[in-house]
């Protein structure tokens, strides 16, 4: 613990792999998804995220979206599951949480400071 009494907390990339042939249950809840990240956004625990897809994108035509991936901002590797669980992409079955996988890591924040703040 800190010398507030806080936990400190980690860097976790997430990534989130759907299930095959989800695409459309997945624009159904994406709305509600959306919504419920906000107030975690809000309070810092999620700091980016977004869908990964099968192929560069194509104008004119719908993406081909195949999971998601996200950095978390949290004291342990469970209170990121904690939180994924809850999400309707979880409860609603387009997530493929066999192949979900949570890591932590050490980020740079932009490239410009990576002489400066490489550390390794």
Same mark, same amino acid.
């Given at each position: 613990?800190? /010398? #507030?009494? #806080?936990?400190?907390?980690?860097?976790?990339?997430?990534?989130?792999?759907?299930? /095959?042939?989800?695409?459309? +249950?997945?624009?159904?809840?994406?709305?509600?998804?959306?919504?419920?990240?906000?107030?975690?956004?809000? +309070?810092?625990?999620?700091?980016?995220?977004?869908? #990964?897809?099968?192929?560069?994108?194509?104008?004119? +035509?719908?993406?081909?979206?195949?999971?998601?991936?996200?950095? =978390?901002?949290?004291?342990?590797? /469970? =209170?990121? $599951?904690?939180? $994924?669980?809850?999400?309707?992409?979880?409860?609603?079955?387009?997530?493929?949480?066999?192949?979900?996988?949570?890591?932590?890591?050490?980020?740079?924040?932009?490239? #410009?400071?990576?002489?400066? /703040?490489? =550390?390794?």
């Amino acid at each position: 613990m800190s /010398e #507030t009494g #806080t936990k400190p907390k980690y860097e976790w990339l997430v990534i989130l792999p759907d299930y /095959e042939g989800v695409l459309d +249950k997945r624009l159904e809840v994406r709305r509600n998804h959306i919504q419920g990240l906000e107030a975690l956004v809000k +309070k810092g625990f999620w700091t980016f995220g977004g869908a #990964t897809l099968d192929q560069v994108p194509e104008e004119g +035509k719908k993406l081909q979206i195949n999971g998601s991936i996200m950095l =978390a901002l949290a004291e342990s590797k /469970e =209170a990121v $599951l904690e939180v $994924l669980k809850e999400d309707v992409y979880c409860k609603s079955g387009v997530w493929d949480w066999e192949k979900v996988q949570i890591h932590p890591v050490s980020w740079i924040p932009t490239l #410009t400071k990576i002489s400066s /703040e490489l =550390a390794y």
